[in-house]
């Protein structure tokens, strides 16, 4: 497990950061700890958290990211645990800071991943990407054929398919 966004609340009370769950995925739970050091989880299972601030007002903490339900976007979750929608979007999107002003910097990021095939040195290679990442699982011995499924990390679907190429006539 490892942790990352800490960031301090405007009154200095507080710090709020990722805890994630695996040590290469962005799965991750958002927290608060206070100065006598109690953890506590204000929000659970992150499918992916980009980004955490405190709100202008310091009575929540915003983060971005994917959530469980794979809706990209910017949160705030208030120190009851009561989450609401800041701002939804349909690509990936890190929350970096917020100014006492309620003025956002974000970026908005597009990943993605591509497997191409040639199947000799004289054919162009064809595009043979699936979604948003794909990478080659398996090929066959003769290398006529091969397993490519979605990179779950860029995909970011739990319920990740699996698909037969077929390169050679």
Known sequence: AWMSNCR????GSMVA???HHRTSEGEADVCVVRADGVVRILAADMTNL????????GDEVWFSGVNHELRHGIWGVRLDGSVRDVHIVPTRISLHDVRPNGDLLI???ELRTGL???TSSEAPEVDMSWFDGSVAKQLTADGANGIEAPER???QNRKTKICLLYTSD
């Open 8 to 11: 301090v609340s405007p009154d």
């Open 17 to 19: 950061f990722g805890s």
């Open 50 to 57: 980009s980004g955490i601030a405190w709100s202008p007002s």
């Open 153 to 155: 990390r860029t995909f």
């Open 107 to 109: 970026a908005m990021e």
């Open 116 to 118: 191409s095939v040639g």
